[in-house]
């Protein structure tokens, strides 16, 4: 695979904590984003495969599964877990106009055992194991020059093992949704150190990297995502409140900011890898439990803001359903703002 200049941004979105509703805003902010001209390419690396079952129907989803000519990430990265060959260059779904994914699949697992045992060899500077941790993020640049994508973004599953080492140190850049609740700022804690000593080994890797396996046509990834910001997720609204959520969420909300504080941008500053707003503030957005509105947005694959009478929503929650568009926006916004090249720093 021949080396080309990388002009694409990659995003994670990702918590240790489940059920923050981080693909539900994924999805949400990708189809935004394909409607501003970006060319925009998700990546289902949760086992769980949620955005996949989002945004294709059944038998899309069993197509990708199929070992012949499916396109799931399991089936793209196969033959480097089994050790017969490389990534299969197979090209991603499309969702819509300007928006492809790369379906999930639960056998995506497995990888995870080959990711941790090839670890401490690939830190060594094998050229074979090296391959190995390396394999999704070559997968993940060869297919978003197949459908000319802008921007990537990384679903990851809820945890800190070896196969989101890998993802999140693949990334240019990573958002944390977030709930107000004791657990999500209970998560924050290990996050920032984690990334800390995944960027040290990824920096001994690169160190063993020799160039003979950059003319074999391997691309290692930097290992230093940049922290955007998180953005505030799930809470209930109260309309007279200032913060506009009711006293039970807000109590937290000044927790988890401090908890973001003190266990990530503590942490990673001082390896450069905080995107600095130049207001001090890392907070993207806060978007509200949208309650009932979500199953008809799944039942129709489609976002909230798409859904209304035709997909059996009634009343007031047609208006809802149309202006729940205003809470992702500025998030978006904020995510052009990087891909155009801009930056406070």
Same mark, same amino acid.
């Given at each position: 695979m021949e080396i080309v200049e990388n002009f694409v941004k990659i995003v994670s979105v990702f918590n240790n904590k489940g059920g923050v509703g981080k693909t539900t805003y994924m999805y949400h902010i990708a189809h935004i984003l394909a409607r501003k001209d970006k060319v925009v390419l998700v990546v289902d690396l949760d086992s769980q495969c949620n955005l996949s079952a989002y945004a294709l129907s059944e038998s899309e989803l069993e197509k990708s599964w199929r070992s012949e000519r499916g396109n799931s990430i399991w089936n793209i990265v196969e033959p480097v877990y089994e050790r017969i060959g490389d990534i299969k260059e197979r090209g991603p779904s499309k969702i819509s106009e300007n928006l492809h994914i790369v379906p999930g699949d639960v056998l995506l697992s497995n990888f995870e055992d080959s990711l941790g045992d090839s670890w401490n060899s690939a830190?060594?500077?094998? !050229?074979? /194991? =090296?391959?190995?941790?390396? #394999? +999704? &993020?070559? &997968? +993940? =640049?060869? !297919? #978003?020059?197949?459908? /000319? #994508?802008? *921007?990537?973004?990384? /679903?990851?599953? $809820?945890?800190?093992? #070896? =196969?989101?080492? !890998?993802?999140?140190?693949?990334? /240019? &850049?990573? +958002? *944390? $949704?977030?709930? $107000?609740?004791?657990?999500? +700022?209970?998560?924050t804690q290990n996050l920032g150190s984690k990334l800390e000593t995944w960027q040290k080994e990824w920096e001994q890797c690169r160190k063993s990297y020799d160039e003979n396996s950059k003319k074999k046509g391997l691309e290692i990834p930097k290992g230093k995502p940049i922290f955007l910001g998180y953005v505030m997720q799930q809470h209930n609204i109260r309309k007279n409140s200032p913060i506009g959520m009711t006293k039970g969420w807000a109590i937290f909300q000044d927790r988890v900011e401090g908890a973001v504080k003190e266990n990530i941008i503590h942490k990673l500053k001082p390896l450069n890898q905080i995107h600095d707003w130049g207001d001090n503030n890392w907070n993207l957005g806060k978007i509200p439990n949208l309650h009932s509105l979500i199953p008809y947005s799944l039942e129709a694959r489609k976002p909230v803001f798409d859904c209304g009478s035709k997909e059996g929503l009634m009343g007031a929650h047609i208006t809802s359903a149309k202006n729940s568009i205003k809470h992702f926006e500025p998030i978006v916004d904020k995510l052009i703002h990087i891909l155009n090249g801009c930056s406070a720093d």
């Open positions: 830190k060594g500077g094998n !050229a074979g /194991d =090296l391959r190995v941790q390396s #394999a +999704i &993020y070559r &997968y +993940i =640049l060869w !297919a #978003a020059r197949k459908v /000319d #994508a802008s *921007v990537v973004m990384l /679903d990851l599953g $809820p945890n800190l093992g #070896a =196969l989101n080492r !890998a993802v999140l140190s693949s990334s /240019d &850049y990573f +958002i *944390v $949704p977030m709930s $107000p609740d004791l657990f999500s +700022i209970r998560g």
